[in-house]
Every structure is written in structure tokens, then in C-alpha cells.
């Protein structure tokens, strides 16, 4: 069974800085295929930063502002950041793709966590 737990995220300023972490346990998922999601209430869940086809998208929106990393040794994946904007205020969600599957689509992403909120006052 995967499991992704979430931490890190709160309350910032306009221009301040945080850092998320999603450990993951299991070994049904895909560690070269997983990625950030964020979701408003009452918009859908976007992309933020994720791995497809072996490369690393960004949302137009975060680049220059976002940075993701992992420490495989830990089993945990990184969001870095900086820059934060009211925009970016959102549940922040981690989640990965099953082994066997393709990374190449957002729906290929099957195992979420159970979110952490971000809320970047002005």
C-alpha cells in the first residue's frame, strides 16, 4: 500500500518562502514519476510542478519561483518555495504514478496525499 504524507505547509506573507515534503512508503509507485498538485475550492486540481515523460513540467505560473527535489534515500520529494504569492494559496498535494503505468498524462497519477494547506497573505 502507498502512502504520501505531506508537511510543511502554513501561513506566509506575500514574498516569504516555504518548503514541503512528501514522504512516500510503499513500493507499488512509480519514484521517477510523482509531482505537485494544487487545488482551490471550487477550481480543479492544476499541476504545479510534476514529472512527465521524463522531463519536469511547471505551471507558467510558478516558474522561476518553484523548485522540486528529491532525496531518494529518504523517500521523500521536495517543493521549494520562494516568491509566494496571495495567487499561490491552495492545498498543496502530493501524489505519484503506479508502477506499470505511463508517465506521460496528469490522470496517470494515482496515489495522492492527503494535502497540506498554503495560505500567502498580502
Known amino acids: 500500500q502507498v502512502q504520501l504524507v505531506e508537511s510543511g505547509g502554513g501561513s506566509v506573507q506575500a514574498g516569504g518562502s516555504l518548503r514541503l515534503s512528501c514522504v512516500a512508503s510503499?513500493?507499488?509507485?512509480?519514484?521517477?514519476?510523482m509531482g505537485w498538485f494544487r487545488q482551490v475550492p471550487g477550481k480543479e486540481r492544476e499541476g504545479v510542478v510534476y514529472?512527465?515523460?521524463?522531463?519536469?513540467m511547471f505551471a507558467d505560473s510558478v516558474k522561476g519561483r518553484f523548485t522540486i527535489s528529491k532525496d531518494n534515500a529518504k523517500n521523500t520529494l521536495y517543493l521549494q518555495m520562494d516568491s509566494l504569492k496571495p495567487e499561490d494559496t491552495a492545498t498543496y498535494y502530493c501524489?505519484?504514478?503506479?508502477?506499470?503505468?505511463?508517465?506521460?498524462?496528469?490522470?496517470?497519477?494515482?496515489?495522492w496525499g492527503q494535502g497540506t494547506q498554503v495560505t500567502v497573505s498580502s
Open positions: 510503499g513500493h507499488t509507485y512509480r519514484s521517477d514519476c
Open positions: 514529472d512527465r515523460y521524463g522531463s519536469t
Open positions: 501524489a505519484a504514478v503506479a508502477v506499470g503505468s505511463r508517465c506521460g498524462s496528469i490522470s496517470a497519477f494515482s496515489y
